[in-house]
């Protein structure tokens, strides 16, 4: 069994998001006491965002690429060569500014690239891009400070996070994704408390499941 783990919060002390996913490897380890872990902190370390020249040397074929464009994407390299071995990815976000963070935006984009992860035929009609990455199960463990993104909830078309990992989840090989969040911190009271005590039970449980 082999996990990719990928923190975002830009704190690591008292983070919540990042307190689910250890609920969650906590519970994994006592089914799967050998589980090889692979830790990518793009809160801490976040990837270098992709620039004009990046997309070029994405784009160039292998063996036409200059030094210099290889170089420009090995940080991509390493980072897609993590992904392809990992049966599971846990991703322990934030919601920051009703998104993602930066630093798993730029993992995203680091690692969702044509003829890695993705290939693109226009013969495919309207849906031209398929996944190359397969049968993973995606475990995305979630923090924000407000409540309500569900459907019908207060603040319902106002939260991307999910979504947005959800709608790129197939380039990341996801088969099955499964979300845990923690909402109300900004409030830290009863709600929030038993918000985080759910929370912690569901990624012990699907830790314990997996
Ligand atoms: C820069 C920043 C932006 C934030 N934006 C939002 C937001 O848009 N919606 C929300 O509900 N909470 C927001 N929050 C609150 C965080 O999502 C919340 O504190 C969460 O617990 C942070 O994750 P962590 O505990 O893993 O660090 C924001 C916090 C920060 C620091």
């Known amino acids: 069994m082999h996990v990719l783990r990928v923190d975002a919060s830009v704190r690591k002390d008292g983070s919540l998001s990042r307190k689910i996913g250890d609920a969650f490897m906590e519970a994994l380890r006592k089914t799967h006491p050998a589980v090889k872990l692979t830790e990518r902190d793009v809160g801490l370390n976040p990837p270098p965002i992709i620039t004009s020249d990046w997309v070029a040397a994405a784009f160039t074929p292998q063996d036409d690429r200059s030094a210099a464009q290889s170089q420009l994407l090995a940080p991509s390299d390493q980072a897609i060569a993590e992904l392809r071995t990992a049966e599971i ?10 998104g993602m963070p ?19 035929d226009l013969a495919r009609g309207d849906f031209p891009l398929e996944p190359v990455l397969s049968g993973k199960t995606l475990v995305l463990a ?3 400070g407000e409540f309500g993104f569900e459907p019908g909830g207060v603040r319902d078309g106002q939260g991307h996070l999910v979504g947005h ?29 038993a918000s985080l005590q759910a929370a912690l039970e569901r990624a012990t449980e699907l830790g314990a499941s997996l």
């Open 89 to 98: 990815i846990l991703i322990t976000a934030p919601m920051y500014n009703y």
């Open 102 to 120: 930066a630093g798993l935006k730029a993992w995203v984009d680091s690692v969702v690239r044509k003829d890695k992860t993705f290939t693109f």
């Open 142 to 144: 979630t923090a924000w």
């Open 165 to 193: 990992v959800k709608a790129v989840s197939g380039y990341l090989g996801a088969a099955r994704l499964e979300h845990v969040g923690v909402e109300y911190q900004e409030f830290a009271d009863d709600r929030f408390e």
